[in-house]
């Protein structure tokens, strides 16, 4: 356990937080195992010790119910990307941020450690080019390796504490991170060195993630419950003794009335094994002589398997209920299957659960993007117009082709949407790359029209003149970026540069900024 005394050169208010989020880590690590183990399918069989013989106690039994219920869930929250309502995100180099930290990858692993944990953290640092790393980190850290203090005020972490690395025992590395200063710990045979580094932010650049939070639990809480990990104990309890007399099902007890003892011993005079009976080396039975009778040979009721497979099916119903999968994802066969309508019936409080889960996951995500372009682009502020960006999620729903197009068609028709918007193209569910390719060649199409409506609105001088107007206001834009490069503030850059009547917005983007003032 990490104390506030080993940290001297930290000061005492952060050095008892430092150890307050270390004690927090580390009385929730073992249920986080314990989650992850139900997930993984190696919790173990949980016997009772009454029904289930001593040597086959130690056998494997193994239940996928809840990853199946983490996973459908998971599936139903694809991040599609961010928008922003007077630009592109490429503007800000938002894209390059996506790509260089593979989010398309990482966002669904960091949803699934999400629902099973309860919670993730969001992290955001410059990175090292030189050392083949982004310009701005986007790392991901699931709730056994970091925690927070959560400030109801901000509705943001107050500081938060990461583990970079550990060994069998301990951490050996751990980020701890406050609004103007993050301490770099590093623990050694001599004890934890301790580096500072200033917070230019003015926040703590982690996010937390939470599934279903409430107002006594902002950290949220395992969509994996209690009662899913209570019945899939007793589900497997099921399926153990469904395999126990499943093998005395395959060697029925028989039973032999009236014979001699000679009967039950070889040619050596030594018994014969019950299995040598069951495999039929007694073929015949002699009279008993000395009894006067005829033995009598019989064999006891074989046990039935459905007593198991209606229990089975109680326990599939009971897990349905908490999870809001239908039985048939859990491997419950039905022999009259449902309509479309009935399937979409079912699934309806999965769908409800996973569109209150993209709600919450957006504050999270846009607030990591905008403190991943604040620092990109040596921002001082949060740029306004970043303050309005958010998250495009796909329809938990997933409807087919054929009903998302026609419902984009009555949308377009009654002018509710733009026939040529992006929104359109989206709703029809065409991934981002169909996107791209039809914008593309929507601009090629329309290249040759604006030729000829140029041509046939003006005559051939007023295209020459428009040329070389166009010409040199392209020549004073570069004059005006070489200036603001050059630390003219962007005013006078523009006035220098005969540029009238430009706005400019708050902060710039990636490809043309102010360098800022020391």
């Known amino acids: 356990m990490i104390t506030s005394i080993e940290f001297p050169s930290i000061p005492e208010a952060e050095a008892k937080a430092i150890q307050t989020m270390s004690e927090r880590i580390a009385n929730h690590r073992s249920r986080h ?29 193994a239940l996928g119910w809840p990853a199946k219920a983490v996973n459908s869930l998971g599936q139903r929250i694809q991040m599609e990307g961010y928008v922003l309502p007077d630009s592109q995100p490429s503007d800000w180099g938002i894209d390059r941020i996506i790509f260089d930290n593979r989010l398309d990858a990482e ?37 056994s390796h970091a925690t927070g203090l959560y400030q109801p005020t901000t509705r ?11 060994d069998e025992t301990s ?31 003015g926040r703590v650049p982690v996010e937390l993630q939470a599934f279903s939070p409430s107002l006594t639990r902002p950290f949220g809480k395992s969509f994996l419950s209690r009662d899913m990990m209570n019945i899939t104990d007793n ?9 126990v007399g499943a093998e005395f099902f395959t060697a029925p007890q028989r039973y032999i009335l009236g014979a001699d003892q000679e009967v039950f011993q070889d040619e050596n005079g030594k018994p014969i094994g019950a299995w040598d009976m069951m495999m039929g080396r007694i073929l015949g039975l002699p009279y008993n002589e000395e009894n006067e009778v005829m033995p009598e040979v019989g064999a006891f009721p074989q046990q039935s398997m459905q007593p198991y497979t209606d229990q089975l099916r109680t326990y599939a119903g009971l897990f349905a209920g908490a ?24 699934r309806e409080d999965l769908l409800v659960t996973a569109r209150d889960a ?31 960006m958010t998250v495009r999620w ?19 028709s009654a002018g509710i949407i733009p026939a040529d918007s992006d929104v359109a193209l989206e709703m029809v569910g065409l991934s981002a790359a169909d996107v791209l390719r039809i914008q593309a060649h929507r601009t090629r199409q329309a290249a040759p029209d604006r030729i000829n409506d140029l041509l046939s609105g003006t005559g051939a001088g007023d295209v020459e003149e428009a040329t070389e107007q166009a010409r040199l206001l392209k020549a004073k834009a570069d004059a005006m970026g070489v200036l603001i490069r050059a630390g003219v503030k962007s005013d006078d850059a523009a006035r220098l540069a005969g540029v009238s009547d430009v706005e400019f917005l708050p902060g710039m983007p990636v490809t043309l900024r102010e360098v800022e003032t020391e």
């Open 171 to 201: 951490p050996t590395r751990l980020l701890a991170l406050f609004p103007h200063v993050i301490y770099d710990l590093r623990k050694d045979k001599f004890g934890w060195a301790v580096n500072a580094y200033a917070n230019t932010l």
């Open 358 to 388: 993209t709600q919450g996951f957006t504050s999270s995500w846009v607030r990591t993007m905008q403190t991943a372009v604040q620092l990109k682009n040596n921002l001082a502020e949060i740029p306004e117009e970043l303050l309005r």
């Open 323 to 346: 999870s809001g999968l239908p039985v048939t994802s859990l491997g419950i066969v039905s022999d009259n299957p449902a309509s479309a309508e009935g399937v979409h019936a079912v």
């Open 33 to 61: 195992k314990l989650r992850q183990h139900y997930y993984e399918g190696t919790s173990g069989l949980r016997d009772l010790g009454i029904s289930i013989p001593p040597q086959l106690r130690n056998m494997e039994v």
């Open 394 to 412: 796909a329809d938990p729903a997933t409807p087919s082709r054929s009903a998302s197009a026609d419902a984009a068609l009555k949308l377009v």
């Open 156 to 166: 943001a972490l107050g500081a938060s504490l990461l583990i970079l690395d550990e």
């Open 107 to 143: 966002a669904p692993q960091v949803h699934q450690s999400t629902l099973l944990h309860g919670c993730s953290f969001l992290a955001t640092f410059r990175g090292d080019p030189s050392l083949g790393e982004p310009e701005v980190i986007i790392q991901a850290f699931p709730a």
């Open 235 to 243: 589900a497997m309890r099921t399926v153990a003794r469904c395999e």
